[in-house]
Nanobody, 121 residues
Framework: EVQLVESGGRSVQAGGSLRLSCAAS?????MAWFRQAPGKDREKVAT???????VYADSVAGRFTISKDNAEQILYLQMNSLKPEDTAMYYC??????????????????WGQGTQVTVSS
């Protein structure tokens, strides 16, 4: 059983930056960041499969960067040029599936507890 623990969420002003971290207790090839705002569906923000090229949602492409420290099993999400619409609970997710890039939220087997990001205008 792999455990995921997120950190780094806080309140920030629009235009600012944050880096979220997700510490994993073991290795899984498929890792992703999701976010969920009140009243909205959970959105897949960024995905990385193994050492492959990351994939981003259109809403964050060019502003967010997903990366992974493979030695420490820590997943990061660097968020720049933050907007009020980025306000959400951010979740780290992982799975053993190599269909990573097409996996839906309901198909991920491992989740963190979430970390809140609030962007004020």
């Amino acid at each position: 059983e792999v455990q995921l623990v997120e950190s780094g969420g806080r309140s920030v002003q629009a235009g600012g930056s944050l880096r979220l971290s997700c510490a994993a207790s073991g290795y899984l090839p498929c890792m992703a960041w999701f976010r969920q705002a009140p009243g909205k569906d959970r959105e897949k923000v960024a995905t990385v499969l193994g050492f492959g090229r990351p994939v981003y949602a259109d809403s964050v492409a060019g502003r967010f960067t997903i990366s992974k420290d493979n030695a420490e099993q820590i997943l990061y999400l660097q968020m720049n040029s933050l907007k009020p619409e980025d306000t959400a609970m951010y979740y780290c997710a992982a799975d053993s599936s190599w269909r990573c890039l097409s996996l839906l939220a309901v198909e991920f087997n491992y989740w963190g507890q979430g970390t809140q990001v609030t962007v004020s205008s």
